[in-house]
Every structure is written in C-alpha cells, then in structure tokens.
C-alpha cells in the first residue's frame, strides 16, 4: 500500500492503538495486583504497640480505677495503689494482657509524676527485658514507642492529675 500523502497514517495502524493502550492496561492491572498478592509484610509494630498502651490505659485493665460501690471503671484515671503494690502489677501482665512475666516479645516502663510529688514513681512490666533491649531499640529488630498523656491519679482517696510516660519496648520478627 502506497501513501498517498505526506504524513498520513493508514486507517489500519490507527485501529491497533486502542487495542496496544487496553493491553498495556491489563498487563500493569496484572502485575499490580499479583505483587500485591506476594508482597504480604507489613510492619504493623508501632500500631500494636500503640494499641496496647491505649489498652492499659483507657481500658478496663487492673490499673484503672474502678468504684466498687457502683462498679464503674474510669478510663484515664490509675489507681496508684495497685501500681505501688509489685504483685497486683503482675496481674497486669499475667491475667490482662495475657502473657507471663517473662514473656519474650514485649517490654513497658512507666514513669508516673504526679504534681506536688518531686521524683517520678516508674514501673515496669517485664523489667529485664526492658533493660537489656532499651539500648537495642535503634536496630531494626526493635521497636520503642513513646506516649505521654495526662492522667489522675487515685491516692488514698484523693484524685491527683499529673503525667505518665510509657515507653513500650516490642521485638520485631
């Protein structure tokens, strides 16, 4: 076939356009979701760890104060009692957030100031782990995440406000 014109395109090239757009459409389609298929990692530590913090703190966990006369518990309010007490805090771990003591994957410190109090009153959950992984958190094997929220504090029948600082420690893989 011969062009008559300068510059025109047969009417046949012109039909396969459409068609080399739509093919190249499907093949991306394809492989976007296959290797959406493959790659399943996701790291969702930083989402746990927040999770469980905002667990302890604003669920119903043994560190929140609950009245016992109306049987209602307070989300954001600690009772400062149990958390002096070591063996009411092991409650925390063992039954609440249903590991041992000893567990290997997850590590808490916090530092409870309360205000009119000079020195802060910290507390653990898994406190030798803590120790030997805080200095490993810049590794890619750990993760530490930082939260600070405003609290009350219920001691000796009285409401304090004043700041907790968690630090959660949690091993990744």
């Known amino acids: 076939m011969r062009l008559k014109k300068r510059g025109s395109v047969p009417a046949h090239l012109l039909i396969y356009i459409p068609k080399i757009i739509f093919i190249m459409f499907v ?35 043994p560190i929140s104060y609950c009245d016992k006369i109306i049987n209602r518990c307070y989300p954001g309010i600690i009772d400062y009692n149990i958390i002096k007490d070591k063996s009411k805090l092991d409650k925390l771990t063992s039954e609440y957030l249903k590991v041992t003591p000893d567990y290997g994957q997850i590590a808490l410190k916090g530092d ?14 898994n406190k030798n782990n803590y120790d030997s992984w805080y200095y490993l958190t810049y ?21 304090t406000p004043g700041k907790i600082k968690m630090n959660f420690i949690m091993r990744v893989g």
């Open 27 to 61: 093949i991306g389609s394809i492989i976007f979701f296959v290797n959406m298929f493959i790659n399943t990692e996701a790291d969702t530590s930083k989402i746990e760890s927040s999770t469980l913090i905002n667990r302890v703190l604003f669920g119903i966990s």
């Open 112 to 125: 409870i100031e309360l205000e009119g109090s000079n020195s802060p009153f910290s507390f653990y959950l």
């Open 139 to 159: 590794s890619s094997k750990y993760v530490l995440v930082e939260k600070e929220y405003n609290i009350l504090a219920f001691d000796n029948y009285k409401f």
